[in-house]
């Protein structure tokens, strides 16, 4: 951390996809970004579409056994979300900064776990791990391309607490990437909702370090009961931070039992995040 | 699905306690395996809302309360438990009925 990027007075970088954009008069810049926002929304529907229904199986029809076809499937994904963050860096409607996204390319396992402050929070990671198994919350379920689409990548469903801990820690013992959000949806306006302490117990479980990444977008845009054409003043500037990884068992409480473990482990996952918050969204 | 043969959870088997002793049990284990705030945990505070329990954290407590008392909660009835006091009830319904 600690990386000063160097800004123009409205938040864009000079060279940076967009920055030509940022030179309209602010109105009509704010009227082609609501347009671009929509055009992005249908680009995204389309392009689910799409990879469902052809990409997709076809991923499937390879050799290799199920996991092997779900990784095929979600490299496609990979891929069209990095596109997909280009795409909206080039009409201007946002900026991305990620600070020590290296950590994350090192095999894995990796358990990466993020506040999530806006709707292409997991498109954002997504765009930088070629490999990634996600847990599909409440706001996927009804949207039937992106559940066709998070079937063929093997996601795993948000279903009884449970069962989804032992699947994310299949996946980690498998050397796979887990991504979760413990909010469990998209954050307030302001701060954070409490952390669901599923990862906590994944960490505990699979005894893999969480890896925590702090997103901040501001000014604040695609945020829980924002609607899309509510642009803000100037394009959404995201940061992402990874953090240092967090060991699940802290030196001495090795005998902890898991429910108390994952209460104190949570409990440092958010401060570590809120912290680190602090740090991104600052500059 | 019936009372816990296991030896040593017999030894401390709930059979014969009040639903008094019983509740006092629910109370004192949810503040010690969770580090709850005492006054916190009173027999109708929400597990869920007001002492943030989660579905693994249940899973856990019941898992006590069947070790301590020797008895087995049916899945079906844990479904409508909201506070200490309805964990309690069920405990002592399920140990007249074991004892029936």
């Not at chain 1, 032992?166 to 998209?186: M, Q």
Request: proline share 7%.
């Amino acid at each position: 951390m600690g990386i000063i990027v160097e800004r123009s007075r409205d938040g864009t970088r000079p060279g940076a996809p967009g920055h030509r954009l940022a030179a309209l008069p602010e109105r009509a810049f704010r009227l082609w970004r609501v347009l671009g926002t929509g055009v992005s929304f249908a680009v995204f529907g389309g392009g689910a579409l799409v990879l469902a229904l052809v990409a997709f199986p076809l991923c499937h029809l390879g050799p290799g056994d199920a996991r092997a076809r779900e990784a095929r499937v979600q490299r496609v994904i990979h891929y069209a979300y990095r596109f997909f963050i280009t795409f909206m860096e080039t009409l201007g409607l946002i900026r991305t900064e990620w600070i020590g996204v290296e950590r994350l390319t090192v095999p894995g396992p990796h358990l990466v776990v993020a506040n999530h402050p806006t709707l292409i929070d997991v498109v954002h990671v997504i765009s930088k791990l070629p490999q990634a198994d996600c847990v599909i919350g409440e706001e996927y379920a009804h949207h039937p391309f992106l559940r066709l689409a998070a079937s063929w990548a093997g996601y795993i469903k948000n279903a009884q607490g449970a069962e989804v801990v032992d699947a994310c820690v299949d996946r980690l013992r498998a050397a796979r990437t887990v991504v979760l959000f413990p909010e469990g949806t998209r954050s307030p306006r302001n701060g954070m909702h409490p952390f669901r302490r599923g990862a906590a117990h994944v960490a505990l479980r699979a005894g893999v370090p969480l890896e925590p990444v702090a997103i901040s977008c501001a000014p604040r845009m695609l945020g829980k009961s924002q609607p899309w054409w509510d642009v803000p003043e100037r394009p959404g500037c995201f940061t992402l931070g990874v953090l240092d990884p967090i060991e699940p068992r802290a030196r001495g409480a090795s005998d902890l039992p898991d429910v108390l473990a994952a209460r104190r482990l949570t409990v440092t996952l958010r401060e570590r995040i809120r912290e680190g918050l602090g740090r991104v969204g600052l500059r | 699905m019936s009372g816990s043969v296991d030896p040593e959870a017999g030894m401390r088997r709930s059979v014969g306690m009040t639903r008094e002793e019983i509740l006092a049990r629910v109370l004192e284990a949810l503040r010690n395996d969770f580090e709850l705030a005492a006054e916190a945990v009173v027999p109708t505070a929400r597990l869920v809302e007001d002492l943030d329990l989660d579905s693994i954290d249940a899973v856990a407590l019941v898992t006590r309360l069947e070790q301590e008392m020797g008895l087995v909660l049916k899945e079906e009835r844990l479904l409508g438990l909201r506070t200490p006091q309805d964990v309690a009830d069920a405990v002592f319904e399920l140990q007249g009925q074991q004892r029936a």
